[in-house]
């Protein structure tokens, strides 16, 4: 009979390991990045850590959103990255 064998792992190296099994998959089958990101990959890509800055270029529409639902709102990757170059300051 075959013995089932267990692999601890601290909840740090999972996580590392899940990112990079997603990477692997992403890569072999050609996906690109996701269009539609979190609240919290958002303000990464920001660089900012309040949330009142982000529902501030929201509201202003500085970036694009998508609200499916009262509670879930999600932040297009491209609008962030078209913010970050219209404020980027070139080097003389």
């Known amino acids: 009979m075959d ?3 267990v692999i601890c792992l601290q ?3 999972l996580f590392m390991l899940v990112d990079e099994v997603v990477e692997h998959v992403k890569a072999k089958h050609n996906v690109k990045e996701d269009k539609w990101i979190s609240p919290d990959e958002a303000m990464r890509l920001l660089n900012i850590s309040s949330d009142t800055t982000l ?3 929201r509201d202003n529409l500085e970036i694009e959103f998508s609200q499916p639902s009262r509670k879930i709102i ?3 990757r491209d609008s962030i990255y078209a ?3 219209k404020h980027r ?3 003389l």
């Open 83 to 85: 913010y970050l170059e």
């Open 11 to 13: 909840s740090e190296a």
């Open 3 to 5: 013995t089932m064998k």
């Open 89 to 91: 300051r070139r080097a």
């Open 55 to 57: 529902q501030k270029l």
């Open 74 to 76: 999600l932040y297009d």
